[in-house]
């Protein structure tokens, strides 16, 4: 298997995470500098508003979940709610996702990872996460056992995540329909109160899994 996993998505365009400067004002969060007791880490990539981050650190307070957002007037809205909130298990980011991961996660210390409908990028398809050399150096965070959750209402989306997923990421997988009453998020809500179908697809790190990044880390940054 590892053989197999290695003639795949190694033979991709290698990510450079080398050539990424850290996000402007970055600062280490203290979970990630004084995670002493191994309290399970979470990521969200594309925040937004911070429906699903709110709600997650509600329900999982045995859990760290650090919510990334780019755009700052989502960010700032879901930065007012986390105030309001104080959940001491969620740390709210403003920063691109890639930079700030590169400089951020250390190497197998992430156990599950949620992208919740992300941009389609249908006019770019080569921005799509899985379609992404990044997608490498983003596994290469994550726990072996540790889980990458896909949410998507464009189905052409989810076909090619669940394609990448099994041809060039070598990752057991499955694929769900989102149940009709699901409101993880205010997409979500939108396009399920319309009718659409949303898709999820949970992929999982195998064991002795190998990415070209396993043993990179940036320097640290207090």
């Known amino acids: 298997m590892t053989d197999n996993i290695e003639l795949t998505h190694q033979q991709q365009r290698a990510?450079?995470?080398?050539?990424?400067?850290?996000?402007?004002?970055?600062?280490?969060?203290?979970?990630?500098?004084d995670n002493k007791s191994a309290v399970p880490l979470i990521l969200e990539i594309g925040a937004g508003k911070g429906k699903h981050?709110?709600?997650?650190?509600?329900?999982?307070?045995?859990?760290?979940?650090?919510?990334?957002?780019?755009?700052?007037?989502?960010?700032?809205a879901f930065a007012k709610?986390?105030?309001?909130?104080?959940?001491?298990?969620?740390t709210a980011i403003h920063a691109d996702a890639i930079a700030w991961i590169v400089?951020?996660?250390?190497?197998?210390?992430?156990?599950?990872?949620?992208?919740?409908?992300?941009?389609?990028?249908?006019?770019?398809?080569?921005?799509?996460?899985?379609?992404?050399p990044f997608f490498e150096f983003l596994l290469s965070r994550l726990q072996v056992g540790g889980e990458v959750v896909l949410v998507t209402n464009i189905e052409a989306y989810i076909n090619n995540a669940e394609q990448q997923a099994k041809e060039i990421w070598s990752l057991p997988n499955e694929r769900y329909q989102v149940a009709d009453d699901s409101q993880r998020t205010h997409f979500e809500i939108k396009y399920l109160a319309r009718g659409e179908v949303c898709w999820?697809?949970?992929?999982?790190?195998?064991?002795?899994?190998?990415?070209?990044?396993?043993?990179?880390?940036a320097d640290i940054v207090h």
């Open 15 to 33: 990510f450079q995470p080398e050539k990424l400067s850290a996000p402007r004002d970055f600062i280490m969060p203290n979970i990630i500098h």
């Open 53 to 76: 981050a709110l709600g997650f650190a509600a329900k999982n307070t045995d859990k760290h979940l650090i919510a990334i957002e780019r755009t700052r007037n989502k960010f700032d």
């Open 81 to 90: 709610l986390a105030v309001l909130q104080d959940s001491p298990n969620l």
């Open 103 to 132: 400089h951020a996660i250390k190497p197998n210390s992430v156990s599950k990872i949620f992208i919740l409908y992300p941009n389609p990028e249908q006019h770019n398809p080569n921005q799509q996460w899985l379609n992404m």
């Open 200 to 217: 999820e697809l949970n992929m999982c790190k195998p064991e002795d899994y190998k990415t070209r990044f396993d043993e990179w880390q």
